[in-house]
């Protein structure tokens, strides 16, 4: 039986075997993780701890709270505030940036989150997650230790150094990269840690499975609508094949079947808020995902142009998101750019 090697151990290896990351890096992940560990036992306490409900506030996208998506976003502003990695956080849950106290050291990474996504299945057990990313400071003059600005936050997802989530499912599952490919951990409750369960994850480059809540068809644009007939059609229609369908309403439990057996996830733009480019926000959601799924052989775009490639005005700007299986996002972000 080989070896259970765990996250810091494959961070380490990382390190010293690709030089692909530095010990800040690797020790800020290694606490990223320990707060999804953190989460997790709060997410399965369910109904026996009192973390199940709304909070009765609203967050800057104008959702409604639930209880554990404040203490998701707390366990993470805890565990990270005062390592010394990182100079300021961004949060779905926040309006605004939080810079580190001046109590804690300061250090040259940013760290973006959405605490717990999927929060509408919180409540009905089913699975949810944290999603992730980290960017590098952008500073004129990087002797000086001056205030994080919102603005340095405004990086193309290209820009990412890290990114990952952690799915709350039947296991509790880390899948990150760091520009090397992705892997997969699954955390050993016994032991208390995170075990390497995929060291190359790849997303087969077709699928006959699409992701999209189709219950918004009669609002979609029609490259969407044309798309998704073209499967509806299946083996009669000009595809050739049937599909199936899934929507778990959870991007992160849609991401992570993708990343284990293939498929696209659709969430477009939509006549129903005209003025919103899309539901997803770009810098907690989408440019995360779009990395893994690039660097595990996939595609993500906006529907024109690749994901990580979207320009960045807003900390929560939204975008239209097509991700998955190569030729299958290729397809669809075809029929956008055909005139
Ligand atoms: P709808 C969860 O609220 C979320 O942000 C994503 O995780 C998910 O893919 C999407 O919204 C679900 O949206 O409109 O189908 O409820």
Known sequence: MASKVSLTRYLVEQQHQKGHIQPPLRLLLE????ACKR????????ALGDVLGGADTENIQGETQKKLDIIAN?????ANEWGGHLAAMASEEMDSIYPVPNRYPMGEFLLLFDPLDGSSNIDVNVSIGTIFSVLRRVQEDP??????????????????????YCVYGPQTTLVLTVGDGVAMFTLDREQGSFVLTDDNVQIPADTKEFAINMSNMRHWDEPVKRYVD??????????????NMRWVASMVA????????GGIFMYPWDKREPNKPGKLRLMYEANPMAWLVEQAGGAATDGT???LD??????????PVFLGSRNEVERVTSYHTTL
């Open 31 to 34: 606490v990223v993780a320990r």
């Open 39 to 46: 989460i997790s036992q709060a997410v399965n306490k369910g």
């Open 74 to 78: 707390e366990v993470l502003i805890e």
């Open 143 to 164: 002797t000086q230790v001056d205030p994080v600005k919102e603005s340095e936050f405004l990086q193309p997802g290209h820009q990412q150094v890290a990114a990952g």
């Open 230 to 243: 073209e499967c509806l059609q299946g083996k009669e229609g000009p595809r050739g094949k049937d599909f």
């Open 254 to 261: 849609d991401v992570h079947r993708i990343m284990t057996r």
């Open 305 to 307: 142009r690749r994901m």
């Open 310 to 319: 979207v320009p960045v005005t807003q900390l929560h700007q939204r975008v």
